[in-house]
């Protein structure tokens, strides 16, 4: 149990390895698509909270590998110099507006060795060849002694050559170039660093559905590095370049370049999907200890109502499996009784459901007054189980039109489920 437990708390893609991640299909399909295409541009599209992050660094890191095999197994491979090799970089932008510095941060040191301090030394070179002021500035910081005479000598260039690799060529970055000068180099060497790539994925925040200026800056900026890195990508590697983007589902549309892709969407877990990933995960472990129940240490109908009350995102449910467990532990219930319905409808309320649920809510209803009674509804649906929709009106002292209206949207998102009965429509919590 103690393991389990550990491994609940786990919520994030970066803690978990390709080995531990479940794939849903649209992720699987993804990967494959990508070790075999080439200048292909796809946005990865969901629901926010459904995991696009998760399914990024996992494809991400799945592909890197692949890659690496592929190299290890050309004959040529002792032939073929270590720079040039495919590789995949992964990009987390962690606020708007940001995306060529978050390049640059997350792999400058990658990016400083292959394009940029090569530019850089030959760009100090051409100055200090080409002008004598400007070898004059370099040559009175580096402390080196040469005429003014319009041209350099082979020994005055020897001493600047030799005085700039004591310097250090990034501080002669800062010593010799002005900041503008800088940002320009350093955004053409982050373009030829992903035209080097094999594959660029990038992880953009989530948006507000109101406001898509943000948003639309930053697809901007992913358009100008798709067609950047295509063509540089076409004169250094044969145009092998893919793009991978994320995208909330609920944004898409916000901008023309959106539908230049083939969007892939990853989609919820069914409850079931759920259940049988946990199996999964655990078989090996359950089957050396002797465990015959595929949920353990739940009972299989508490463990599928945990995966409902998740409606189908994988790290909600580790965290519902976690507050069971932590309650089990912390009461000293380590029986070999396993966690029935009743304990688990005791360790996750229905007050943190109702927290998890809001924002899925606010996405189906744009009005708050609306939010406020669908969350109402889902509620009471929790408590009573299920009710005539007349009832369910009367309960909450609205009209049966306004409750009729909010159905509907609930059902069709799978908060609900209705049935005839005879000449009464029956609702019930889709959990």
């Known amino acids: 149990m103690e393991e389990i437990f550990a491994w ?34 796809i946005p990865l599209i969901g629901l926010q909270g459904v995991g696009k992050t998760s399914a990024a660094q996992a494809i991400a890191r799945a592909l890197e590998e692949y890659l690496k095999k592929q190299d290890h197994g050309e004959e040529d491979e002792n032939e073929e110099d270590e720079d040039e090799r495919a590789h995949v970089v992964l990009v987390r932008i962690s606020a708007a507006g940001q995306l060529l510095d978050s390049i640059w941060d997350q792999n400058s040191e990658e990016i400083k060795e292959k394009c940029y301090l090569p530019v850089l030394q030959e760009e100090l070179r051409e100055r200090t060849e080409k002008n004598p002021i400007f070898r004059m500035k370099v040559a009175r910081i580096l402390g080196v002694s040469i005429s003014s005479s319009i041209r350099m000598s082979g020994e005055e260039r020897k001493r600047i050559n030799d005085g700039l690799k004591e310097f250090g060529l990034e501080a002669a970055e800062a010593a010799f170039l002005k900041k503008g000068e800088r940002k320009i180099m350093r955004d053409e060497a982050i373009f030829s660093y992903v035209a080097m790539a094999h594959t660029v994925i990038i992880d953009l925040p989530d948006y507000s559905r109101k406001d898509h200026r943000l948003m639309n800056k930053d697809i901007n900026d992913v358009q100008e590095l798709w067609k950047r890195g295509i063509l540089e990508s076409e004169s250094l590697m044969g145009g092998n370049l893919n793009l991978v983007y994320t995208l909330q589902k609920e944004t898409l549309g916000g901008h023309y370049f959106t539908g230049k892709g083939g969007i892939v969407e990853i989609r919820p877990f069914t409850a079931g999907e759920l259940v049988s990933a946990y199996s999964k995960i655990w078989e ?89 009674l669908a969350m109402k509804i889902v509620v009471a649906l929790m408590k009573t189980g299920e009710v005539s929709q007349g009832n369910l009106a009367k309960g909450l002292q609205v009209s049966e039109v306004a409750v009729s209206r909010i159905l509907g949207p609930l059902e069709e998102n799978g908060f609900i489920v209705r049935e005839w009965r005879g000449q009464e429509k029956i609702v019930r919590a889709n959990i």
């Open 284 to 372: 090996k472990e359950f089957a050396s200890a002797g465990i015959d129940l595929r949920t353990w240490p739940f009972e299989e109908k508490a463990l599928l109502y945990l995966a409902r009350c998740a409606r189908g995102i994988f790290r909600r449910f580790m965290k519902y499996i976690g507050m069971c467990l932590e309650k089990s532990m912390s009461s000293a219930d380590l029986s070999e009784q396993p966690v029935d319905l009743k304990r688990v409808q005791s360790a996750v309320d229905w007050e943190e459901i109702q927290k998890d649920w809001e924002t899925e809510l606010s996405r189906i209803f744009k009005k708050e007054d609306t939010q406020r």
């Open 8 to 41: 609940s708390n786990r919520l994030t893609g970066e803690a978990a390895g390709v080995d531990d991640y479940v794939w849903p299909q649209a992720a699987s399909s993804l990967l494959e698509r990508l070790k075999h295409c080439q200048q292909t541009l």
